[in-house]
Structure formats: C-alpha cells, structure tokens
C-alpha cells in the first residue's frame, strides 16, 4: 500500500520544496535547483516575485470572492488590458488552461447556432496537439493515451497531420466551426507551426465561415518573446484560449475573442463560480504591470536567442545525448537521443529542473525574468546532465 493519501495519477518526483527566489527552487532541506521549467510554463515571472507577493497580499486583506453575480472592477481592468494588447475586444475569466478552451469551444459552436447553423459543430484539430483533460478537450486533443477507458469520445472533433492543408481541406466542410492549433505545439514537443500555414488556416477559415481557434495556454504571455506568440506571424485567431503565465502560479485561465464571436455568449449559456475571481486578478494585473514594462519582451528575445545558441552549443557538443535544439524566446526545447526522461533525470543530479515533453524533447522554459548571469549556470548544470549522462553510455558499452 502506498503511503501518501493523494491519488496516483501524477508520477511525482522526490524533490519537496520549501520555497522559490525568482528562478531558484529551495528544497525542504536546503538544496537549490534552478528551476528551467516554471512548473510547465506558468512562473512566468520568477518566484516569489515582489510586486505579485504585494499585489496577492493587498487583495487578501480586503476581498476574496464576490461571485458573478456582481461587478468585476479588476476583472474590468485586466480585460481592458487584454483586448487592448490582443486582437481581442472581449475577455472571458477561468481558471484553468481546459477551461480556457471548453470556452474556446463552446462560444465557436455557440457562433455558428445563433447564425441557425446548429449542425456546424465540428472543430479540427492537429496531431499532436494538447489541449487539456477534461472530457471535451482530451476529444479536442485526440490522444489516444489521454481517450483510453474515458468512455465515448465527446463527439464533433476531426484531426489532421499538422502542416497538411489537402488532409485539412479534405476534412472541413458544412459541418466545419472551427480549427483550433496551438502556434507551438508544447507538450507535443516544442513543434512550431509555419507561419505559411497558418496564414494558410486563416484564408481557410475566412473562405468558409469557420472560426480560427488559437490555443496559447503555453506560448502566451510572453513566453515566445512577444506577449502572444501569434504575434510573430501577424495571423489573428477569433477566440484565444490562455492560462498558464497568465497567473504567475495563482491558477486562472482566460478566453479572448473578437466582439463578434463573444457575443455568442449571452447571460446563461457559460458561466464559472470562481472565474475572474478578485484574488486572480490581482495577480493577473501585477503579471501584466511586469511583462508589459517598457522593454520587457526585448530583453525575452535577447535572453532567448542567447539561451538557444548556448543549447544549440550543448548539442553540438554531446551528439550522442541531444540531436537538436527548437522554439522560440524562452519556450525552447532539446530533442534527445537518449530517453529524455533520463536526461531530466540527470538534470535534477545537476540541480536543475526542465520538463519532459512528447516526441522525446526535454523543455527548457525558465522564468522570463532569468538573467543572463543564471542562464549562464543553467548552461553549465545542463551540460553537467550530458556529461553524466555520457559517462553511462560509456559505462554501459563497457559492461
Ligand atoms: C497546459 C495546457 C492545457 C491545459 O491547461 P490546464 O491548466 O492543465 O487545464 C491546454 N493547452 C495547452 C497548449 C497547454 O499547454
């Protein structure tokens, strides 16, 4: 019998840590670990950030939930944010990625029934893609390993190969409301979408009515080096499903979308009791009040650019641990030779944590605030990893 009380869905690690200083993690019993992870992309902003600690603790002592039923004052303000930041006119608060795109989902489908077209609820997706574990969105997702023992697949979800557009034109049709991508792909592993397709959905989408879908969960809020990483390629979805980042690690979600396309969610067709909830966005406006500070996403580029040339260093390095370094800004990725579960493995040895991901890459997405004095020690720890991991290989060739 396990010793624990939580369920055993999670394979946890056996590191507990105690507290976090920007993009330090401290264990229990004081060991540090540089934390190139964010927790899958949401300490956007560090640990422990100052101005998220302050903003937390004011909002703690004088209000912590209202419900929907009332005004948003903040929730107005951040939306405002937003949508001013965003192609968005309009902004919807959750509190998780899934719910940020169960809204994406329904206020496309809800769309197309007010235009009298009720049939027109199928969404297309992309293989690979991830787009959370509710039921809706393990369909939307379409993995096999995430469907299995869940009962009937929530039907209305067709995937295509990513970067096909015959298999895609084959697949859409009058039954067609949306497509939904994730401009890179993230637990997928670090695979970016051309920009030629997808200016190539958006004609799609465009010439057939149907709604372009951006899940940016991961890639937002500057995690790419712009605050959206649709904004590398200039194409605009109609609704955007985000989280993650958004929070800095208070859990929230939001879904944006034109004013057209929101207005398909008039009062009683989607609601959330927590969504918009005043601790979030407290925290949610001090994220914003960081990452849209003059020069902020500069410097995300730069740092980035300098990070991936270090790890494109790394894999020139050690042929027989890495074959290739991926992403952009601070979203990045090392596709692996060996197991990458392994080489995280031996990332943890080395003190540091990166997050494994599909197709066999090890994520490295550190905070965006990490300076280029830590990303020199990031660089360091990681190729310690290799090192041990090499020592292994030799070992085991030996034997
Ligand atoms: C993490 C993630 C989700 C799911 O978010 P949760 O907060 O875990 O529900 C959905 N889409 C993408 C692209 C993600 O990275």
Not at 155 to 165: A, H, I, Y
Not at 189 to 208: M, P, V, W, Y
Not at 245 to 268: H, K, Y
Not at 317 to 331: L, W
Request: one cysteine or more.
């Amino acid at each position: 019998m396990s010793a624990t009380a939580l369920f055993g869905n999670y394979a946890r690690s056996k590191l507990a840590f105690d507290h976090g200083e920007g993009v330090w993690l401290v264990t229990k019993d004081g060991r540090r670990f540089l934390d190139c992870g964010s927790g899958i992309a949401v300490n956007s902003v560090g640990h422990s950030h100052p101005h998220l600690v302050a903003a937390l603790q004011e909002q703690a002592g004088k209000l912590w939930h209202v419900s929907n039923l009332h005004q948003s004052p903040d929730g107005e303000r951040l939306a405002q944010r937003l949508a001013e930041a965003t192609f968005a006119d309009k902004v919807l608060f959750v509190n998780s990625g899934a719910e940020a795109m169960e809204a994406a989902i329904k206020c496309a489908r809800r769309y197309h029934y007010d235009r009298g077209d009720k049939d027109r609820f199928h969404i297309v997706t992309f293989e690979g893609a991830f787009h959370g574990r509710t039921l809706g969105t393990i369909a939307a997702g379409g993995q096999e390993k995430y469907l299995e023992g869940f009962g009937p697949k929530a039907p209305g979800f067709d995937q295509v190969p990513t970067g096909d557009l015959d298999a895609l034109k084959a697949v859409i049709g009058p039954h067609t409301a949306a497509l939904a991508i994730e401009p890179i792909q993230g637990e997928g592993g670090i695979r970016e979408i051309q920009t030629d397709f997808l200016k190539a959905l958006r004609k799609l989408c465009d010439e057939n009515g149907i709604l372009l879908i951006f899940d940016e969960i991961q890639t937002g809020v500057g995690r790419t080096g712009k605050l959206f990483a649709y904004q590398w390629s200039g194409v605009e979805p109609d609704i955007m499903a985000v989280a993650k980042g958004i929070g800095g690690g208070f859990p929230m979600g939001a879904c944006l979308a034109t004013a057209e396309t929101a207005s398909a969610l008039v009062p009683g067709t989607h609601g959330t009791t927590f969504g918009g909830n005043p601790l979030a966005m407290a925290v949610g406006n001090a994220v914003l009040d960081v990452v849209l500070s003059d020069g902020f996403m500069e410097e995300v580029q730069r740092k980035g650019l300098n990070l991936k040339q270090k790890l494109a260093g790394l894999v020139d390095s050690h042929p027989k641990v890495f074959e290739q370094v991926r992403g952009n800004g601070m979203m990045l990725g090392l596709k692996c030779v060996v197991p990458a579960g392994d080489y995280v493995a031996a990332a943890y040895d080395a003190g540091l944590l990166a997050v494994p991901a599909g197709d066999n890459v090890v994520r490295i997405m550190p905070p965006l605030t990490m300076t280029e004095d830590e990303i020199a020690v990031a660089v360091e720890r990681l190729e310690q990893a290799a090192g041990a991991i090499e020592e292994k290989l030799v070992e085991g060739a030996a034997e």
